[in-house]
């Protein structure tokens, strides 16, 4: 059993490795903006699963909603591609987006909106040195 564990544990790495989880997986922080000009923030987090695919769970918190979106690696971008309900009065979205060159962007359609979001790495905030 330690054994399984071990190469378990093996497997994850190389495919961080291989795959430059570092520079897709974790936290980002962007907005979107609808067709008739209408914006809002977003954030997502993006993780990598065992399978050698991601998942980003993206959050429109002022508008309150939340959803999943699978991803895979494709040449030097992971990609993602989903189609979510959000609520009875906006329907269901499409949702496209591509992390690449330090960058999360892409578009979403329904019936009711369509638009494009951009998200980029949270700035890191200096830590305050104490004297």
Not at 40 to 67: M, N, R
């Amino acid at each position: 059993m330690n054994r399984n564990l071990v190469f378990m544990f093996c497997l994850l790495a190389a495919v961080g490795l291989v795959f430059g989880a570092d520079e897709v997986t974790g936290n980002w922080e962007g907005s979107f903006q609808t067709q008739d000009g209408a914006f809002g923030s977003l954030t997502a987090e993006v993780s990598a699963l065992p399978d050698g695919t991601y998942k980003a769970v993206i959050a429109a918190a002022d508008q309150g909603v939340q959803f999943e979106v699978p991803g895979k690696k494709q040449a030097e971008k992971v990609v993602f591609n989903g189609s979510i309900s959000v609520s009875p009065e906006i329907g269901s979205l499409d949702i496209q987006g591509e992390i690449a060159n330090g960058k999360f962007s892409g578009t979403f359609k329904g019936t009711t909106y369509s638009g494009t979001f951009e998200l980029k790495r949270p700035e890191k905030k200096p830590v305050a040195q104490s004297n």
